[in-house]
Protein backbone atom coordinates (compact mmCIF):
# COMPACT_ATOMS: atom_id res chain seq x y z
CA UNK A 1 0.00 0.00 0.00
CA UNK A 2 2.91 2.71 1.11
CA UNK A 3 4.60 1.61 -2.36
CA UNK A 4 1.00 2.96 -4.61
CA UNK A 5 1.44 6.50 -3.07
CA UNK A 6 5.09 6.51 -3.68
CA UNK A 7 6.28 9.11 -6.43
CA UNK A 8 7.95 6.72 -8.42
CA UNK A 9 5.67 3.89 -8.29
CA UNK A 10 5.78 1.87 -11.73
CA UNK A 11 2.43 1.30 -12.57
CA UNK A 12 1.01 4.53 -11.91
CA UNK A 13 0.58 5.66 -15.42
CA UNK A 14 -1.07 2.99 -16.08
CA UNK A 15 -3.70 3.38 -13.38
CA UNK A 16 -4.48 6.24 -14.75
CA UNK A 17 -5.48 5.62 -18.04
CA UNK A 18 -7.63 2.85 -16.44
CA UNK A 19 -9.13 5.60 -14.24
CA UNK A 20 -9.95 7.91 -17.26
CA UNK A 21 -11.69 5.18 -19.99
CA UNK A 22 -13.56 3.57 -16.62
CA UNK A 23 -14.81 7.46 -15.53
CA UNK A 24 -15.26 8.69 -18.93
CA UNK A 25 -17.08 5.10 -19.90
CA UNK A 26 -19.48 5.39 -16.72
CA UNK A 27 -20.25 8.93 -17.39
CA UNK A 28 -20.77 8.21 -21.43
CA UNK A 29 -22.88 5.01 -20.06
CA UNK A 30 -24.94 7.36 -18.14
CA UNK A 31 -25.71 9.80 -20.71
CA UNK A 32 -26.43 7.12 -23.33
CA UNK A 33 -28.78 5.85 -21.35
CA UNK A 34 -30.86 9.03 -20.40
CA UNK A 35 -30.29 10.16 -24.12
CA UNK A 36 -29.92 13.75 -25.35
CA UNK A 37 -32.14 16.85 -24.14
CA UNK A 38 -33.14 19.78 -26.01
CA UNK A 39 -33.64 23.27 -24.74
CA UNK A 40 -34.74 26.41 -25.60
CA UNK A 41 -31.60 27.49 -26.72
CA UNK A 42 -30.81 24.24 -28.02
CA UNK A 43 -34.09 25.37 -30.28
CA UNK A 44 -32.67 28.29 -31.49
CA UNK A 45 -29.51 26.79 -31.80
CA UNK A 46 -30.73 24.41 -34.33
CA UNK A 47 -32.67 26.73 -36.16
CA UNK A 48 -29.76 29.16 -36.46
CA UNK A 49 -27.87 25.98 -37.52
CA UNK A 50 -29.96 25.84 -40.73
CA UNK A 51 -29.77 28.94 -41.52
CA UNK A 52 -26.02 28.45 -42.16
CA UNK A 53 -26.77 25.29 -43.40
CA UNK A 54 -28.47 27.40 -45.93
CA UNK A 55 -25.66 29.49 -46.98
CA UNK A 56 -23.04 26.40 -47.28
CA UNK A 57 -21.28 27.52 -44.12
CA UNK A 58 -20.21 30.72 -45.86
CA UNK A 59 -20.01 32.85 -42.12
CA UNK A 60 -19.84 36.27 -43.82
CA UNK A 61 -22.92 35.91 -45.65
CA UNK A 62 -24.56 33.68 -42.56
CA UNK A 63 -23.46 37.00 -40.66
CA UNK A 64 -24.88 39.79 -42.92
CA UNK A 65 -29.02 38.59 -42.31
CA UNK A 66 -30.46 41.48 -41.40
CA UNK A 67 -32.83 39.50 -39.24
CA UNK A 68 -31.56 39.16 -35.53
CA UNK A 69 -33.35 36.01 -34.87
CA UNK A 70 -32.20 34.08 -37.69
CA UNK A 71 -28.27 34.26 -36.55
CA UNK A 72 -26.63 34.69 -33.15
CA UNK A 73 -25.33 38.46 -32.33
CA UNK A 74 -21.68 39.32 -33.64
CA UNK A 75 -20.05 35.72 -33.88
CA UNK A 76 -20.77 34.66 -30.60
CA UNK A 77 -22.20 31.16 -29.95
CA UNK A 78 -20.47 30.38 -33.65
CA UNK A 79 -18.63 27.22 -32.60
CA UNK A 80 -21.91 25.33 -31.34
CA UNK A 81 -23.84 26.87 -34.20
CA UNK A 82 -20.93 25.41 -36.82
CA UNK A 83 -20.83 21.98 -34.70
CA UNK A 84 -24.67 21.48 -34.60
CA UNK A 85 -24.69 22.50 -38.44
CA UNK A 86 -22.10 19.75 -39.05
CA UNK A 87 -23.85 16.95 -37.23
CA UNK A 88 -26.71 17.83 -39.15
CA UNK A 89 -25.46 17.39 -42.92
CA UNK A 90 -23.22 14.13 -42.02
CA UNK A 91 -25.88 12.59 -39.93
CA UNK A 92 -29.20 14.11 -40.64
CA UNK A 93 -31.98 12.91 -38.58
CA UNK A 94 -29.60 11.30 -36.23
CA UNK A 95 -27.90 14.83 -35.80
CA UNK A 96 -28.98 15.20 -32.22
CA UNK A 97 -27.61 11.55 -30.90
CA UNK A 98 -24.33 12.56 -32.60
CA UNK A 99 -24.17 16.04 -30.71
CA UNK A 100 -24.93 13.84 -27.66
CA UNK A 101 -21.44 11.26 -29.16
CA UNK A 102 -19.41 14.39 -29.48
CA UNK A 103 -20.29 15.97 -25.95
CA UNK A 104 -19.36 12.56 -24.72
CA UNK A 105 -15.91 12.61 -26.56
CA UNK A 106 -14.90 16.17 -25.57
CA UNK A 107 -15.63 14.78 -21.61
CA UNK A 108 -13.26 12.08 -22.35
CA UNK A 109 -10.78 14.81 -23.56
CA UNK A 110 -11.33 17.18 -21.05
CA UNK A 111 -9.99 14.08 -18.57
CA UNK A 112 -7.21 13.43 -20.45
CA UNK A 113 -5.82 17.15 -20.72
CA UNK A 114 -7.41 17.66 -16.82
CA UNK A 115 -4.93 14.69 -15.83
CA UNK A 116 -1.94 16.06 -18.47
CA UNK A 117 -2.13 19.46 -16.72
CA UNK A 118 -1.41 17.89 -13.83
CA UNK A 119 1.70 15.54 -14.63
CA UNK A 120 3.35 18.52 -15.85
CA UNK A 121 3.45 19.65 -12.19
CA UNK A 122 4.57 16.37 -11.34
CA UNK A 123 1.52 15.06 -9.28
CA UNK A 124 1.28 11.45 -8.51
CA UNK A 125 -0.62 9.74 -10.93
CA UNK A 126 -2.46 7.77 -8.20
CA UNK A 127 -3.81 11.41 -6.65
CA UNK A 128 -4.77 12.12 -10.36
CA UNK A 129 -6.52 8.80 -10.53
CA UNK A 130 -8.39 8.66 -7.62
CA UNK A 131 -9.65 13.04 -7.70
CA UNK A 132 -11.27 11.10 -11.04
CA UNK A 133 -13.80 9.57 -8.50
CA UNK A 134 -15.11 13.34 -7.93
CA UNK A 135 -15.99 13.82 -11.47
CA UNK A 136 -17.59 10.82 -11.69
CA UNK A 137 -20.31 11.94 -8.96
CA UNK A 138 -20.03 15.71 -10.25
CA UNK A 139 -23.60 16.47 -10.77
CA UNK A 140 -22.52 18.70 -13.50
CA UNK A 141 -20.31 16.47 -15.14
CA UNK A 142 -23.86 14.14 -14.90
CA UNK A 143 -26.11 16.95 -16.17
CA UNK A 144 -24.58 19.18 -18.66
CA UNK A 145 -23.43 17.18 -21.72
CA UNK A 146 -26.44 15.67 -22.17
CA UNK A 147 -27.89 19.08 -23.34
CA UNK A 148 -27.47 20.31 -27.05
CA UNK A 149 -25.99 23.35 -26.11
CA UNK A 150 -22.59 25.03 -26.11
CA UNK A 151 -22.16 23.90 -22.42
CA UNK A 152 -19.36 21.28 -22.87
CA UNK A 153 -17.66 22.65 -25.82
CA UNK A 154 -17.22 25.87 -23.86
CA UNK A 155 -16.26 23.69 -20.65
CA UNK A 156 -13.57 21.81 -22.52
CA UNK A 157 -11.53 24.87 -23.95
CA UNK A 158 -11.71 26.16 -20.68
CA UNK A 159 -9.67 22.22 -19.52
CA UNK A 160 -7.50 23.75 -22.34
CA UNK A 161 -7.12 27.18 -21.30
CA UNK A 162 -6.03 26.00 -17.85
CA UNK A 163 -3.71 23.26 -19.79
CA UNK A 164 -2.15 26.04 -21.74
CA UNK A 165 -1.52 27.81 -18.70
CA UNK A 166 -0.04 25.20 -16.82
CA UNK A 167 2.23 23.89 -19.44
CA UNK A 168 3.30 28.05 -19.99
CA UNK A 169 4.56 28.45 -16.31
CA UNK A 170 6.18 25.02 -16.58
CA UNK A 171 7.82 26.42 -19.77
CA UNK A 172 8.12 29.92 -17.76
CA UNK A 173 7.43 30.78 -21.86
CA UNK A 174 3.85 32.37 -23.09
CA UNK A 175 2.87 30.72 -26.56
CA UNK A 176 0.92 33.44 -27.91
CA UNK A 177 -0.66 31.96 -30.78
CA UNK A 178 -1.97 29.25 -28.50
CA UNK A 179 -3.56 32.03 -26.32
CA UNK A 180 -4.52 33.81 -29.19
CA UNK A 181 -6.72 30.65 -30.73
CA UNK A 182 -8.29 29.51 -27.12
CA UNK A 183 -9.54 33.09 -26.95
CA UNK A 184 -10.99 33.35 -30.52
CA UNK A 185 -12.65 29.92 -29.76
CA UNK A 186 -13.89 31.01 -26.24
CA UNK A 187 -15.31 34.23 -28.09
CA UNK A 188 -17.27 32.08 -30.71
CA UNK A 189 -18.52 29.71 -27.66
CA UNK A 190 -20.50 31.99 -26.12
CA UNK A 191 -20.57 35.51 -24.50
CA UNK A 192 -19.96 34.23 -20.83
CA UNK A 193 -15.95 33.89 -21.92
CA UNK A 194 -15.20 37.01 -21.01
CA UNK A 195 -13.98 36.38 -17.71
CA UNK A 196 -11.95 33.56 -18.83
CA UNK A 197 -10.57 36.03 -20.79
CA UNK A 198 -9.86 38.40 -18.54
CA UNK A 199 -8.09 35.89 -16.42
CA UNK A 200 -6.15 34.73 -19.54
CA UNK A 201 -4.83 39.26 -19.28
CA UNK A 202 -4.05 38.77 -15.74
CA UNK A 203 -2.17 35.41 -16.44
CA UNK A 204 -0.16 37.30 -18.70
CA UNK A 205 0.97 40.06 -16.73
CA UNK A 206 1.99 38.26 -13.94
CA UNK A 207 3.93 36.05 -15.89
CA UNK A 208 5.69 38.41 -17.90
CA UNK A 209 6.40 40.74 -15.40
CA UNK A 210 7.22 38.10 -12.81
CA UNK A 211 4.75 39.20 -9.86
CA UNK A 212 5.69 38.02 -7.02
CA UNK A 213 3.17 35.90 -5.47
CA UNK A 214 2.31 33.40 -2.27
CA UNK A 215 -0.04 31.24 -1.29
CA UNK A 216 -1.07 33.83 1.58
CA UNK A 217 -0.86 36.49 -1.02
CA UNK A 218 -2.79 34.99 -3.27
CA UNK A 219 -6.00 34.50 -0.45
CA UNK A 220 -5.44 38.45 1.01
CA UNK A 221 -6.16 39.16 -2.40
CA UNK A 222 -9.29 36.69 -2.97
CA UNK A 223 -10.58 38.21 0.19
CA UNK A 224 -10.14 41.99 -1.00
CA UNK A 225 -11.60 40.70 -4.00
CA UNK A 226 -15.04 39.21 -2.53
CA UNK A 227 -15.08 42.50 -0.16
CA UNK A 228 -15.04 44.80 -2.64
CA UNK A 229 -16.10 43.54 -5.96
CA UNK A 230 -20.19 43.89 -4.59
CA UNK A 231 -19.04 47.46 -3.52
CA UNK A 232 -17.73 48.48 -7.88
CA UNK A 233 -20.96 46.19 -9.17
CA UNK A 234 -23.03 48.41 -6.62
CA UNK A 235 -21.32 51.60 -8.25
CA UNK A 236 -22.27 49.87 -11.24
CA UNK A 237 -25.98 49.80 -10.51
CA UNK A 238 -26.65 53.29 -9.44
CA UNK A 239 -24.25 54.31 -12.88
CA UNK A 240 -27.48 52.74 -14.69
CA UNK A 241 -30.27 54.19 -12.66
CA UNK A 242 -29.23 57.40 -12.89
CA UNK A 243 -27.77 58.07 -16.26
CA UNK A 244 -29.48 55.54 -18.56
CA UNK A 245 -32.76 57.08 -19.88
CA UNK A 246 -35.64 54.91 -18.55
CA UNK A 247 -37.56 55.09 -21.82
CA UNK A 248 -34.48 53.85 -24.22
CA UNK A 249 -33.19 51.57 -21.05
CA UNK A 250 -36.45 49.53 -21.43
CA UNK A 251 -35.26 48.95 -24.96
CA UNK A 252 -32.13 47.52 -23.55
CA UNK A 253 -31.96 43.52 -24.25
CA UNK A 254 -29.64 43.29 -20.97
CA UNK A 255 -32.16 45.29 -19.04
CA UNK A 256 -33.49 42.26 -16.91
CA UNK A 257 -30.39 40.93 -16.34
CA UNK A 258 -28.18 43.69 -15.14
CA UNK A 259 -30.75 45.48 -13.61
CA UNK A 260 -34.16 45.04 -13.59
CA UNK A 261 -33.86 41.47 -11.58
CA UNK A 262 -31.30 43.48 -8.99
CA UNK A 263 -34.26 45.69 -8.33
CA UNK A 264 -36.49 43.24 -7.59
CA UNK A 265 -34.00 41.52 -4.75
CA UNK A 266 -33.21 38.07 -7.32
CA UNK A 267 -30.42 36.41 -6.12
CA UNK A 268 -30.68 33.07 -8.00
CA UNK A 269 -32.80 33.34 -11.13
CA UNK A 270 -35.92 30.92 -10.99
CA UNK A 271 -35.60 30.62 -7.49
CA UNK A 272 -38.02 32.80 -5.64
CA UNK A 273 -36.59 31.44 -2.02
CA UNK A 274 -32.88 32.78 -2.66
CA UNK A 275 -34.84 36.53 -3.24
CA UNK A 276 -33.95 39.05 -0.77
CA UNK A 277 -36.27 42.48 -0.28
CA UNK A 278 -35.94 44.53 -2.85
CA UNK A 279 -32.78 47.28 -2.37
CA UNK A 280 -33.89 50.33 -1.32
CA UNK A 281 -30.34 52.10 -0.72
CA UNK A 282 -27.04 51.65 -1.99
CA UNK A 283 -26.15 48.89 0.86
CA UNK A 284 -29.13 46.81 0.20
CA UNK A 285 -27.93 46.89 -3.56
CA UNK A 286 -24.44 45.36 -2.24
CA UNK A 287 -25.71 43.25 -0.28
CA UNK A 288 -27.88 41.41 -3.49
CA UNK A 289 -24.48 41.43 -5.09
CA UNK A 290 -22.85 39.82 -1.98
CA UNK A 291 -25.25 37.51 -1.80
CA UNK A 292 -24.89 36.71 -5.60
CA UNK A 293 -21.14 36.11 -5.48
CA UNK A 294 -21.06 33.50 -2.42
CA UNK A 295 -24.39 31.71 -3.62
CA UNK A 296 -22.19 31.49 -7.14
CA UNK A 297 -20.97 28.51 -4.85
CA UNK A 298 -23.89 26.98 -3.02
CA UNK A 299 -24.36 23.51 -3.46
CA UNK A 300 -28.23 23.46 -1.99
CA UNK A 301 -31.35 23.96 -3.70
CA UNK A 302 -34.95 22.91 -2.44
CA UNK A 303 -35.35 21.07 -5.39
CA UNK A 304 -32.36 19.32 -5.45
CA UNK A 305 -32.68 15.21 -4.46
CA UNK A 306 -30.70 14.22 -1.49
CA UNK A 307 -28.09 12.70 -3.82
CA UNK A 308 -27.53 15.67 -5.94
CA UNK A 309 -26.90 17.66 -2.91
CA UNK A 310 -24.44 15.33 -1.31
CA UNK A 311 -22.17 15.01 -4.36
CA UNK A 312 -22.18 18.98 -4.50
CA UNK A 313 -21.33 18.96 -0.97
CA UNK A 314 -18.48 16.77 -0.75
CA UNK A 315 -17.10 18.73 -3.78
CA UNK A 316 -17.40 21.73 -2.50
CA UNK A 317 -16.03 20.96 0.45
CA UNK A 318 -12.57 19.21 -0.83
CA UNK A 319 -12.20 22.40 -3.06
CA UNK A 320 -12.39 24.68 0.21
CA UNK A 321 -9.96 22.05 1.93
CA UNK A 322 -7.51 22.22 -0.83
CA UNK A 323 -7.54 25.76 -1.03
CA UNK A 324 -7.01 25.90 2.66
CA UNK A 325 -3.83 23.09 2.10
CA UNK A 326 -2.61 25.49 -0.57
CA UNK A 327 -2.81 28.82 1.76
CA UNK A 328 -0.45 27.38 5.00
CA UNK A 329 1.87 24.77 3.35
CA UNK A 330 4.92 26.57 2.32
CA UNK A 331 5.23 25.70 -1.90
CA UNK A 332 7.23 21.99 -2.07
CA UNK A 333 6.21 21.86 -5.34
CA UNK A 334 7.02 24.20 -8.26
CA UNK A 335 4.90 26.92 -10.07
CA UNK A 336 2.16 26.04 -7.00
CA UNK A 337 1.96 29.60 -6.61
CA UNK A 338 1.21 30.62 -9.73
CA UNK A 339 -1.06 27.78 -10.79
CA UNK A 340 -3.55 28.23 -7.40
CA UNK A 341 -3.70 31.73 -8.09
CA UNK A 342 -4.56 31.00 -11.96
CA UNK A 343 -7.22 28.98 -10.80
CA UNK A 344 -8.47 31.20 -7.70
CA UNK A 345 -8.58 34.41 -10.64
CA UNK A 346 -10.21 32.36 -13.08
CA UNK A 347 -13.20 31.01 -10.34
CA UNK A 348 -13.37 34.01 -8.96
CA UNK A 349 -13.85 36.56 -12.41
CA UNK A 350 -16.51 33.85 -13.93
CA UNK A 351 -18.60 34.11 -10.28
CA UNK A 352 -18.29 38.13 -10.30
CA UNK A 353 -19.39 38.02 -14.55
CA UNK A 354 -22.57 35.85 -13.54
CA UNK A 355 -23.58 37.60 -10.18
CA UNK A 356 -23.67 40.56 -11.95
CA UNK A 357 -25.38 39.30 -15.22
CA UNK A 358 -27.41 36.39 -13.98
CA UNK A 359 -26.89 33.41 -12.31
CA UNK A 360 -29.17 30.43 -13.75
CA UNK A 361 -31.55 28.55 -11.71
CA UNK A 362 -29.55 25.26 -12.20
CA UNK A 363 -26.43 26.64 -11.34
CA UNK A 364 -25.26 25.90 -15.30
CA UNK A 365 -22.98 28.69 -15.04
CA UNK A 366 -20.72 26.95 -13.07
CA UNK A 367 -19.84 23.68 -14.89
CA UNK A 368 -17.10 25.07 -17.07
CA UNK A 369 -14.69 26.17 -13.63
CA UNK A 370 -15.47 22.76 -12.00
CA UNK A 371 -12.05 20.49 -13.60
CA UNK A 372 -10.08 23.59 -13.16
CA UNK A 373 -11.45 23.50 -9.21
CA UNK A 374 -10.66 20.09 -9.05
CA UNK A 375 -7.37 20.61 -10.28
CA UNK A 376 -6.64 21.71 -6.59
CA UNK A 377 -7.56 18.71 -4.78
CA UNK A 378 -4.96 16.91 -5.80
CA UNK A 379 -2.35 19.46 -5.93
CA UNK A 380 -2.83 20.03 -2.44
CA UNK A 381 -2.56 16.40 -1.61
CA UNK A 382 0.59 16.11 -3.44
CA UNK A 383 2.07 18.79 -1.49
CA UNK A 384 1.13 16.90 1.56
CA UNK A 385 2.65 13.38 0.52
CA UNK A 386 5.90 15.37 -0.58
CA UNK A 387 5.85 17.32 3.04
CA UNK A 388 5.58 13.93 4.74
CA UNK A 389 8.39 12.25 2.62
CA UNK A 390 10.76 15.38 3.66
CA UNK A 391 9.88 14.34 7.34
CA UNK A 392 10.87 10.33 6.51
Not at 193 to 221: C, H, N, R
Not at 266 to 286: A, C, L, Q, S
Not at 322 to 341: E, H, M, P, T, V
Amino acid sequence: MKNIFSSDWKYGNKLLLISILICSSLIAYYHLRLGYSMSGDSHRFSRWADELIKFNFNFFEFFSIEKDDHRPPLFLFSLPVFLIALCKVIFGYEWQFAFLLLNILLVFFSLIIFAKGLLLVKVRPILISLSLSLILISADFLTWPKFILSDMSYAFLVVVTTYFIIRAIVKNKINYIQLFLIIFLLLASRPSSIPVIFAIGIFIIVLKYQISLTSKKIIVFLFVLFLFTPVFFGLLYLFMEYNVNSKSFDEVAYQDFVYKYVKNGMIIHGRPETWVNPPNNFIDVVYVYFLRLINFFNPYASTFSLIHIIMNVIQTVLVLLAIFILSILKGNIKFQDRIFFFIIILSFSVAAFHSFILIDYDWRYRFPIILPLITLIPISLEMILRKIDLQR
